[in-house]
Structure formats: C-alpha cells, structure tokens
C-alpha cells in the first residue's frame, strides 16, 4: 500500500523559513520522481517542484524557483521541501506524491498524503 505521510507544516512569516518533510512507503522509492504540490483556497492544485530520486535532477515551478529546495534521502525513502524567503502566496496545503511532471495533469495522480498546511503571514 503507498503511503506518503507530509509534516513540518505551520505558521511562518513572509521573509522567513519552514523546512517539509514527507515518509514514503509501499514502493520502491527510487524508481520515482517525488513532487511536493500545493493547493491554495479556492485554487487547483499545483506542481511546486520535483526530484528524481536516481539522479537528484531537481524541478520547480517558476513561482518558487530560487526560494524552495527539493532534497531527498533515499536511505529513509523522504523527501524534504526547504521553502525559505516565505510569501503569503505560499499560504496553502502542501501534498508529496510520486511525480510525474510539474505539468501532468494532477487529476491523474493516484496517491495523496494527507497534506500538511502552511500559512504565511505578511
């Protein structure tokens, strides 16, 4: 069974830092892309960034490009999202899933954590 379990998820500051963290399970881990998604109210979900758990190619969408880093540790099956020089435009659910891209369509995706929220204030 796949599990991926997000945590690290809080209040932050615009300017400041949060660091997420995501379990993964029930697959063999670096045959993947892991992605962390977001999905702010009233907005669809997202593509945020990517990483091949192989060779460590990193991806991110334009809106976080240079403040957020994708990292993993492929010993603990986890992915990390360090998001520093935090927006309120970050304000939202943040989601790991195996990716497939940072444009596929997220309708598609098969498996979900249960999200962790972050909330920037200004």
């Known amino acids: 069974e796949v599990q991926l379990v997000e945590s690290g998820g809080g209040l932050g500051q615009a300017g400041g830092s949060l660091r997420l963290s995501c379990a993964a399970s029930g697959f063999t881990f670096d045959d993947y892309h892991i992605g962390w998604f977001r999905q702010a109210p009233g907005k669809e979900r997202e593509g945020v960034s990517c990483i091949s758990s192989s060779d460590a190619t990193t991806y991110y969408a334009g809106s976080v490009k240079g403040r957020f880093t994708i990292s993993s540790d492929n010993a603990k099956n986890t992915v990390f999202l360090q998001m520093n020089s935090l927006k309120p435009e970050d304000t939202a659910v943040y989601y790991c899933?195996?990716?497939?891209?940072?444009?596929?369509?997220?309708?598609?995706?098969?498996?979900w954590g249960q999200g962790t929220q972050v909330t920037v204030s200004s």
């Open positions: 899933a195996p990716c497939y891209g940072l444009g596929y369509p997220v309708d598609e995706y098969d498996y």
